[in-house]
Every structure is written in C-alpha cells, then in structure tokens.
C-alpha cells in the first residue's frame, strides 16, 4: 500500500497543474475506432475540468486509444458482411515530469473492450466520465493513506 501512496502522491502534486490538459492519440484505421476517439475527443473539448491539446509534449494526461477491426469483412461464397464492433485498448497516463529530455508517464487507467457500432459515440462519451472515477478513487486511496499534495 505505501507504493500505492508514493504513485497517489505524485499523481496529487502534478495532477493539479497538468492533469486536466488532455492529449488524445488513436492508432487504428477501422471506422468504429474513429468514431469513439472522435467522441472521445468532443467529450474532452466539451468538458469543464479539461482541456484538449494536439501534442503530447504538453500534456498532463494522455489517453491512448488503440482500435482493431477483430474481423474485418468476412465473405462466404456471394456472401459478404461486414464487422459491426471493435477491439478497443485504453491507456491512460499521467506526466509525472521531465528529466533529461525525456517525459515520465505513468499508467493509472487500462482496459480492454469490445464495442458494437450502435454504441460507438455513446463509449467515447462515457469514457471521460469513467476515466475521472479512476482519477477520483486515486485521490481516495490517497487521502486514506494520510497523502496529501
């Protein structure tokens, strides 16, 4: 638990200057995977508590969505259909500060999902709103360990 404390720490003292400065980066070519970042990324401009960067350099926290077409088009005979969900990684982190000319992230946030077409737009908006409960309950653990920034 005492390293938990030591990440709560770190988290607390820069979170309050950087944290709520938001890159969001998408690797994936696949259609759904563009439509969840592109809400993602609307959820974050629409925000009270962050702001949206294009570059990682100045950013206090970086979401990272990878999206992979799991099927792709699959064709039987004159059959063809299309996929109609996503494989989709999330990464969080948080800069936790620069030192010799190279940036310290650390991981606060990772799950693995699978989205259907339908609820593509409705996942990147609900992301955010997941992700600052991960930040809240990291706040959390670290008030209940006497941390404090």
């Known amino acids: 638990m005492k390293s938990l404390a030591k990440v709560a ?3 607390l003292c820069v979170l309050p200057c950087f944290g709520q400065i938001v890159y969001v980066h998408h690797s994936g070519s696949d259609p759904i995977g563009q439509r969840i970042a592109f809400a993602l990324k609307n959820s974050v401009i629409g925000s ?3 702001r949206l960067v294009d570059s990682v350099d100045t950013a206090g926290m970086m979401i990272d969505l990878s999206t992979i ?4 088009e699959i ?3 004159q059959l063809s259909l299309k996929n109609s969900s996503a494989a989709v990684s999330v ?16 991981v606060i946030y990772h ?3 699978i989205i259907g077409s339908s609820n593509a737009e409705a996942f990147g908006k609900a992301l ?5 409960e991960r930040l ?7 008030e209940k360990d006497g941390v404090k920034p």
């Open 48 to 50: 009270h508590g962050y």
């Open 75 to 77: 064709s039987i005979g």
């Open 111 to 113: 799950r693995i999902y």
């Open 91 to 106: 990464v969080v982190t948080i800069n936790v500060g620069t030192s010799c000319r190279s940036t310290t992230f650390v």
């Open 128 to 132: 955010l709103a997941e992700i600052d």
């Open 136 to 142: 809240s309950e990291l706040r959390s653990a670290a």
């Open 69 to 72: 077409d799991p099927l792709g």
């Open 9 to 11: 720490f770190i988290f």
